[in-house]
């Protein structure tokens, strides 16, 4: 059996508490989601797909930017996206 579960798995809620976990509350979002059937790693997985990285929450650290979740515009995948001008996911920045 693998923990990886497909994005369509994760809804907008509860990528939204990861978010929202990440840059708060990291213990309490993690005990929450284990109760709705989400592991530790499944969700550290997930929030790395958003691209919360410690690069990341370091930036957010230092003065938090317009964080919100957004479809990205190249792949269509939910992806963390700082600033409105940040429209496309870490995956298709990459690839330009
Ligand atoms: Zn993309």
Request: charged share 25%; proline share 1%; net charge positive.
């Amino acid at each position: 059996m693998s923990e990886q579960r497909n994005a369509e798995a994760f809804s907008e809620s509860i990528d939204a508490c990861i978010v929202r976990g990440f840059l708060a509350d990291r213990k309490a979002m993690f005990k929450n989601l284990a109760r709705q059937g989400l592991s530790r790693g499944v969700v550290l997985e997930r929030a790395r797909q958003l691209g919360l990285t410690e690069q990341f929450l370091k930036k957010c650290a230092v003065g938090t930017p317009a964080v919100a979740l957004r479809d990205c515009l190249g792949c269509g995948e939910r992806f963390l996206s700082v600033g409105f001008q940040n429209r496309l996911c870490s995956r298709c920045r990459s690839k330009t």
